[in-house]
């Protein structure tokens, strides 16, 4: 019988069937922050119970810590980050902390230290959990009341998804990233157009993505809706593996975790490579993105009274004309980091952009390596010392920082921001903020143009 990689990953890891039609799935590994864990303890300690397997569990600081190293977390930062450790400290969990030199952005540390390799089911209580499907691993986010579930008894319970292919087939042009791909497929399929589905990426210009870039596309893929997204694994995926303080933890060798030849998918979509442009948001959703090159859309680009009422209300909220030139947009703030960018490969995209180069007067730009273990390769690198000749703020501690309003990084009511990272929602970096994503070179180009513009310019 033919299968795609997903129902592998399900197979793999079904404990047993239930009656209501969803089953029992076993959960190799298990990420956890300050944010969304204390509830689950919580739980745990009510009902006098254990977790099952500390040593399938890793926490880390990330959401609400400050990025600059000379301030001390606020009160109730403090006690969310005291309250993780003391946890983990009763368990027997593995933390890492502020100052831990293996510290940082979950979706950045786990793949890091190597622990996540392909045939894996990886939990998380974040959404952005879909990254791990760069490995051929089944990642995806889940609820509070779903951690305590894990924590005291390794195992979830789960409902079969159906399946998407998503080809992406042709060379992309210079200067078009995995941040300009996830885009394009967003902008094709619409957010929510993935809802009840896992996700697999395919074709040669997947394939051809080193793995940093598998991940960036994972990991958006959640802005389709997608509860998983999966990459076939390869000899890319196998170079990726080793190295690692964990290399080898992992390892299911029983399978070939891609999807077998002639298997049905429910939905086949294809994308050419070629056509695919650097791309901007415009709106407050991931899907409302143009090239770099277009103009925003006006209501004659949308058919239904309910798509011309959202447009409207985009605009407001972002203060854009219909019809105006993309590259005609100024910004205050560039933003590049976050768990879709700010790894080694996105800072050495940026530092190329930068190298040589100034930002304009007025903009304010901040760059936050994605963990502890990044910004010191980066500094070994040289890259530190690019940013800063070129105006950024070099941030020495890892954090999620301006991604979400949940630290100390937030942009003000109609600051705008030309953003690295996943999600443009309305207040999603500040009460009021205006938000444009893009990747992570194209941030450095609309900080050094002080308005949004081609990275294919300044090469």
Same mark, same amino acid.
């Given at each position: 019988?033919?299968?795609?990689?997903?129902?592998?990953l399900v197979d793999a890891h079904k404990v047993c069937d239930l009656s209501d039609g969803d089953m029992l799935i076993y959960v190799d590994f298990?990420?956890? @922050?300050?944010?969304?864990?204390?509830?689950?303890?919580?739980?745990?300690?009510?009902?006098?119970? $254990?977790?099952?397997?500390?040593?399938?569990?890793?926490?880390?600081?990330?959401? =609400? @810590?400050?990025?600059?190293? =000379?301030?001390?977390?606020?009160?109730?930062? $403090?006690?969310?980050?005291?309250?993780?450790?003391?946890?983990?400290?009763?368990?027997?969990?593995?933390?890492?902390?502020?100052?831990?030199?293996?510290? #940082?952005?979950?979706?950045?540390?786990?793949?890091?230290?190597? %622990?996540?390799?392909?045939?894996? %089911?990886?939990?998380?209580?974040?959404?952005?959990?879909?990254?791990?499907?760069?490995?051929?691993?089944?990642?995806?986010?889940?609820?509070?009341?779903?951690?305590?579930?894990? &924590?005291?008894?390794?195992? &979830?319970?789960?409902?079969?998804?159906?399946?998407?292919?998503?080809?992406?087939?042709?060379?992309?042009?210079? *200067?078009?990233?995995? $941040?300009?791909?996830?885009?394009?497929?967003?902008?094709?399929?619409?957010?929510?157009?993935? @809802?009840?589905?896992?996700?697999?990426?395919?074709?040669?210009?997947?394939?051809? &993505?080193?793995?940093?870039?598998?991940?960036? =596309?994972?990991?958006?893929?959640?802005? &389709?809706?997608?509860?998983?997204? %999966?990459?076939?694994? +390869?000899?890319?995926?196998?170079?990726?593996?080793?190295?690692?303080?964990?290399?080898?933890?992992?390892?299911?060798?029983?399978?070939?975790?891609?999807?077998?030849?002639?298997?049905?998918?429910?939905?086949?979509?294809?994308?050419?490579?070629?056509?695919?442009?650097?791309?901007?948001?415009?709106? /407050?959703?991931?899907?409302?993105?143009?090239?770099?090159?277009?103009?925003?859309?006006?209501?004659? !680009?949308?058919?239904?009274?309910?798509?011309?009422?959202?447009?409207?209300?985009?605009?407001?909220?972002? #203060?854009?004309?219909?019809?105006?030139?993309?590259?005609?947009?100024?910004?205050?703030?560039?933003?590049?980091?976050?768990?879709? @960018? !700010?790894?080694?490969?996105?800072?050495?995209?940026?530092? +190329?952009?930068?190298? #040589?180069?100034?930002?304009?007067?007025?903009?304010?730009?901040?760059?936050?390596?994605?963990?502890?273990? /990044?910004?010191? $390769?980066?500094?070994?690198?040289?890259?530190?010392?690019?940013?800063?000749?070129?105006?950024?703020?070099?941030?020495?501690?890892?954090?999620?920082?301006?991604?979400?309003?949940?630290?100390?990084?937030?942009?003000? +009511?109609?600051?705008?921001?030309?953003?690295?990272?996943?999600?443009?929602?309305? *207040?999603?970096?500040?009460?009021?903020?205006?938000?444009?994503?893009? !990747?992570?070179?194209?941030?450095?180009?609309?900080?050094?143009?002080?308005?949004?513009? +081609?990275?294919?310019?300044?090469?």
């Open positions: 019988m033919t299968r795609t990689l997903y129902d592998k298990h990420i956890m @922050n300050e944010y969304t864990s204390p509830q689950a303890f919580s739980g745990l300690e009510t009902k006098g119970l $254990k977790v099952r397997r500390p040593e399938a569990h890793l926490a880390v600081v990330d959401h =609400v @810590n400050a990025t600059r190293s =000379v301030e001390a977390p606020d009160a109730q930062s $403090k006690l969310l980050i005291d309250n993780l450790e003391s946890n983990c400290r009763k368990h027997n969990i593995a933390f890492y902390g502020l100052g831990d030199p293996r510290q #940082g952005i979950e979706h950045i540390v786990v793949p890091e230290q190597g %622990l996540a390799s392909p045939g894996m %089911l990886i939990a998380c209580g974040d959404s952005h959990t879909t990254t791990y499907g760069a490995f051929g691993a089944l990642g995806f986010g889940i609820g509070t009341s779903e951690v305590e579930h894990v &924590l005291a008894t390794q195992t &979830l319970r789960y409902r079969r998804m159906k399946t998407m292919r998503v080809t992406i087939d042709g060379d992309v042009a210079p *200067g078009v990233t995995a $941040k300009d791909i996830i885009m394009k497929v967003v902008q094709v399929i619409g957010a929510g157009g993935a @809802n009840g589905f896992a996700v697999e990426f395919a074709g040669s210009a997947i394939r051809n &993505l080193e793995m940093a870039g598998r991940m960036t =596309v994972c990991n958006m893929a959640v802005e &389709l809706g997608a509860r998983a997204a %999966l990459i076939a694994a +390869d000899k890319v995926t196998q170079n990726a593996l080793s190295g690692h303080a964990h290399s080898g933890l992992f390892e299911y060798l029983s399978e070939t975790w891609e999807t077998d030849p002639g298997a049905a998918f429910d939905q086949d979509i294809t994308i050419a490579g070629g056509d695919i442009e650097p791309l901007i948001t415009w709106g /407050t959703s991931p899907d409302q993105s143009v090239p770099i090159t277009g103009t925003v859309p006006s209501t004659k !680009s949308f058919v239904s009274p309910k798509a011309k009422a959202g447009l409207e209300r985009a605009l407001t909220y972002m #203060g854009l004309s219909a019809g105006q030139p993309i590259q005609s947009i100024t910004i205050d703030t560039a933003f590049i980091g976050s768990c879709t @960018n !700010s790894r080694i490969e996105d800072l050495r995209q940026a530092a +190329d952009v930068l190298r #040589g180069r100034k930002i304009a007067t007025g903009i304010k730009a901040i760059v936050v390596p994605g963990s502890a273990m /990044t910004r010191m $390769k980066a500094e070994s690198e040289g890259l530190r010392e690019i940013f800063e000749a070129a105006g950024f703020q070099w941030r020495p501690e890892a954090g999620c920082s301006m991604c979400l309003a949940m630290n100390d990084d937030v942009a003000l +009511d109609g600051e705008r921001v030309a953003s690295s990272t996943n999600r443009n929602f309305e *207040g999603r970096q500040g009460r009021g903020a205006r938000t444009h994503l893009m !990747s992570p070179a194209m941030v450095a180009a609309a900080a050094v143009a002080g308005r949004l513009v +081609d990275v294919r310019d300044f090469v």
